[in-house]
């Protein structure tokens, strides 16, 4: 049965981003999975969601359309390597990195459990999927330095 369903933009936009290659997987999509405006429904969820994230082959963290430059996603990728490079202010990774760090959906709650059950997780930044082991590495390291004081500084 073709139905139309209306979404937000964010959804939309992860809906056109998979759609180009994740065509073989099965999606549960909270937005779509839980009726968001009957609160007495939501509540009978929320509790599932565990389960949910915990026998995903794979959870998606979709931050929008973040802007993220290709660089930054290799500062932070090539952290795996063991050595984060020295990150300094005003440069065009310091910027993107803030703007990673300070997206809508680092400020939600429920999203703890996403990141703490999920045995996969990808964060999913226009383009780019990045695996979650690679960011907490690269901003455990980043701060555990000593701060300079131009950092402290966001513009």
């Not at 065509?23 to 429904?41: P, T």
């Not at 599932?48 to 931050?63: H, Q």
């Not at 932070?76 to 490079?85: D, L, N, R």
Request: hydrophobic residues 40%; charged residues 15%; glycine residues 4%.
């Amino acid at each position: 049965m073709d139905t139309d369903l209306p979404v937000g933009r964010s959804l939309y936009g992860f809906l056109q981003r998979i759609s180009r290659d994740e065509v073989n997987f099965r999606y549960w999509i909270d937005a779509l999975c839980i009726n968001q405006s009957n609160d007495s429904k939501k509540s009978g969820q929320i509790p599932l969601m565990r389960g949910i994230y915990t026998n995903a082959s794979r959870v998606m963290i979709w931050l929008g359309n973040v802007h993220v430059r290709n660089e930054t996603m290799a500062f932070i990728q090539q952290s795996t390597s063991g050595v984060v490079p020295q990150l300094s202010r005003g440069s065009t990774t310091h910027a993107n990195l803030l703007s990673f760090c300070t997206a809508t959906y680092w400020s939600r709650v429920w999203i703890v459990q996403e990141i703490i059950c999920a045995r996969n997780l990808c964060i999913v930044c226009e383009n780019t999927c990045l695996d979650w082991n690679a960011l907490d590495h690269t901003l455990k390291d980043l701060v555990s330095r000593p701060v300079s004081i131009d950092l402290l500084y966001i513009t």
